[in-house]
């Protein structure tokens, strides 16, 4: 194990020593290539620069002025009148004149940080910048008085969403158009004396089948829309008459359950000719119940009188009252029976529905003229059914009933 050791230290030695001759040299080459490079950054000199002759690297360079002064090649003056020099002697001397070259004085390069004259430059340029007397005076009264301006500006001021200098024309008659979303819901109630199977003890009615309570707790009112034309008479400034025809619609949601098929009773099961399709809900396993939604359409003509409230230049408020006779277009209901206790899906064609009704209506009217003959309106109002929507031979009593935010148009006519 020693001898080992003593071969590993001794292997380390010699590439310890192999390593100091590689970079040692190395090492002396960049210090040496480092001050070249600093002494050329100068001076300004080369290696090319470098005069190796021993007597110059210890002469002044004031002594090698000198020197060169005593070197330079001395021409006597040029004597025009000695016979003794040739022509060739004389173009000599002239070529030699024109090849010397006077001796040049060093001159020492300056080197100046670039980062000074960054700073310099800088601070130049931000002199210059918020330098006020530098500044041309611009002058923007050409621009703000130019035509296009001018129209422009004319125009953001005979631009209304109401001019406040129009004046309404109003006239004895206008018509209009009115578009109402409504909420839709029913009263509910049915005479115990005409349900077999009911008995009635004082005000308490003891069933097998669906009763009031049941229905009015399950049963949610649903969203739909009234449409209309509108057509009035302006009696004088405070009373006018309306008319149109309307096209309405009412219903409720109610819940049920689809038709156990195996149930021994819904074989025998009918109602004016129909098969039961579904039954009543189940108030403890909701799990098999469904909504399904009545739907009621009408076409509705509305006779009403208006009364103004509070008049103004371009406005007024005033309330509606009237009712509308009504004609059943659509139904898309089903109808429940006491004696089988199933529902069935019926159509206008039934005779259990009433094809004809009178219903109420009232409301809160604020209008605004938009133009000279143009008049916009808002009208909350609320419409009831006087009339039940099934007849006999149904026990039950339902009265649709809407409310509703009207809006539209009326234009003056003459």
């Known amino acids: 194990m020693l001898a080992g050791l003593y071969h590993i230290k001794k292997l380390a030695d010699h590439k310890s020593k192999l390593l100091y001759w590689a970079i040692v040299p190395a090492v002396l080459l960049g210090l040496a290539l480092l001050f070249f490079q600093t002494y050329s950054l100068v001076t300004g000199k080369t290696f090319r620069d470098f005069d190796f002759n021993i007597g110059k690297l210890w002469q002044t360079e004031d002594v090698a002025r000198v020197i060169n002064k005593e070197n330079a090649l001395k021409i006597p003056k040029e004597n025009p009148a000695s016979p003794f020099l040739p022509d060739q002697s004389l173009t000599l001397l002239a070529n030699l004149k024109k090849l010397i070259i006077p001796a040049l004085s060093a001159k020492h390069t300056t080197l100046q940080p670039s980062a000074t004259v960054a700073v310099k430059s800088n601070t130049t340029y931000l002199n210059e910048l918020f330098n006020l007397s530098l500044k041309e005076n611009i002058s923007i009264a050409s621009a703000v008085q130019s035509k296009q301006l001018q129209k422009y500006y004319a125009k953001i001021g005979s631009d209304y969403l109401i001019n406040p200098d129009m004046l309404p024309k109003k006239g004895k008659w206008y018509v209009g158009v009115s578009f109402t979303p409504t909420l839709n819901y029913r009263t509910f109630s049915y005479d115990a004396s005409q349900v077999a199977g009911i008995a009635q003890v004082d005000a308490y009615i003891y069933t097998y089948g669906l009763t009031e309570s049941a229905r009015n707790q399950t049963d949610k009112p649903i969203t739909s829309y009234t449409v209309g034309l509108d057509i009035g008479r302006i009696v004088n400034d405070r009373i006018s008459v309306f008319s149109g025809i309307h ?163 009326k234009q003056q006519l003459f």
Request: net charge negative; charged share 20%.
């Open 247 to 409: 096209y309405a619609n009412y219903g409720e949601q109610i819940m049920v359950r689809a038709a156990d098929t195996k149930n021994p009773n819904y074989e025998s099961a009918h109602f004016m000719g129909r098969c039961a399709l579904y039954e009543r809900f189940d108030p403890q396993d909701r799990s098999d119940n469904i909504p399904y939604t009545n739907t009621y359409s009408f076409i509705e003509i509305p006779v009403g009188v208006n009364i103004a409230v509070k008049s103004f230049d371009k406005s007024r408020v005033s309330m509606d009252v009237g009712f509308n006779v009504q004609k059943m277009d659509h139904v898309n209901a089903l109808v429940y029976d006491f004696e089988t206790d199933y529902y069935y899906w019926l159509n206008r064609k039934e005779e259990i529905f009433a094809k004809f009704g009178v219903g109420s209506e009232v409301g809160v009217t604020v209008s605004q003229y938009v133009g000279e003959r143009l008049e916009l309106f808002i009208n909350p109002q609320f419409k009831y059914t006087l009339n039940s929507t099934l007849k006999k031979p149904s026990p039950i009593t339902q009265n649709q009933y809407a409310t509703g935010l009207r809006i539209g148009f």
